[in-house]
């Protein structure tokens, strides 16, 4: 099939890099010496050879031109489905018993974001698992030849740079729910893979967990409830280290949609609202939310009675939280921190929970995630600690079921996604992982 300008592209380039920059040349090659064309085939030898030369110069003259963008090209595998059927391989938790409990469960391995009949009825096969970690486990079985690899923050599939090289079929990572730190970006971006999650899916989701979980921490709730289910009553062991929310500043290390949300939230109960963010929001959106911008991290800690994380984890912000950070902050403080693990020094908050200086630590985020039945942070006193659940539950689930669904009906298509959604495109990241 020819192009608009009749113009036959090349099996061999094209669906690579180099097929944009190869079809530019054969056009402007060609419009560049269209006069030295007609001479070749209206004149004398003599002035054929010319003529041929002259082509020939032209061609030279544009690929010297594009010879820098060619090489410097990031490799680019399509934005959209290639033709055929594809392989889909989900990486999810197991539902074991509660698999079948209620029909909304779908963030399961059995019940696979709800999606299997829907993509075998289009002709796709769709794998899931929850193996995979190891040399030998199911996701390694299939990472060859699938297609697009939907994973999950809650159980994490690392995509590590030998994942992608050996994924030679990969055209499209997606993550259901909102984080995609578990895939080397960098180099999915280098391999031109397309990476994508459903932006906005379980935002209501975690601001009301870490609501929770700065309540149960400021009020001491957890000795508390070990007393009920213990058969104890000692009022005095659960009041002497219970606060009021009211009066407390909070302070939130990010406002993106989940810190917004959680401030808003938080008007309420009467607290002073801080946020360090890179960027600022606008005057009115600080007034309706009662919140204080502070540009500088190391000036908000120390005002903060409660400090929630609300940031990627990017190589920047991998331990940022470390024994001197939190030196910096008031002794006594809470921190809740449903952002990722790894933004703290895993031992420096086991030590300064087990010295009194942090006085409660909450969260459902650890590293590595299945945390190991050793990990400090199950067993450092005053922690309210769960596995990864905040963002999963059935209502997060049903939002990040159905926000896959339409990424995938938009990639069958050929069409773009929401920009919000884009974490890699193009070969760049989306400028919080930057």
Known sequence: ??????LAPSSLFMGSRFGAIFLTVQYQSRSSSSAASFLASHSPPSVR????????????????????ALLNAPATRSLHASPGSKKIVGVFYK??????????????????LGIRGWLESQGHQYIVTDDKDGPNCELEKHIADA????????????VSADRIRRGKNLELLLTAGIGSDHVDLPAAAAAGLTVAEVTGSNTVSVAE?????????TRNFIPGHRQAVGGEWDLAGVAHRAYDLEGKTVGTVGAGRIGKLLLQRLKPFGCSLLYHDRLRMDAALERELGATFEAELDGM????????LNMPLTEKTKGMFNKEKI????????????????????????DACESGHIAGYGGDVWYPQPAPKDHPWRYMPNNAMTPHISGTTIDGQLRYAAGVKDMLERYFKGQDFPEPNYIVKEGKLASQYQ
Do not use: W
């Not at 698999?99 to 391995?109: H, L, R, Y």
């Not at 967990?209 to 921490?217: A, E, K």
């Not at 120390?302 to 929630?308: L, R, T």
């Open 327 to 350: 030196a910096k902050m008031k002794k006594g403080v809470t921190i809740v921190n449903n952002a990722r693990g790894a933004i703290m020094d895993t031992q420096a908050v086991a």
């Open 95 to 112: 539902g074991g018993e509660y698999a079948g409990q209620n029909p909304n469960f779908v963030g399961c391995v059995e019940n696979a």
């Open 209 to 217: 967990d870490q609501l929770m979980r700065i309540l149960v921490l």
């Open 49 to 68: 050879v010319i003529a041929s030369m002259a082509m020939r110069s032209a061609t030279q003259q544009v690929i010297r031109a594009l010879e820098p």
């Open 1 to 6: 099939m020819g192009t608009a300008h009749g």
């Open 147 to 158: 297609h697009v690899l939907i994973t999950t923050p809650f159980h994490p599939a690392y």
């Open 301 to 308: 800690l120390p005002k903060c009675d409660v400090v929630v």
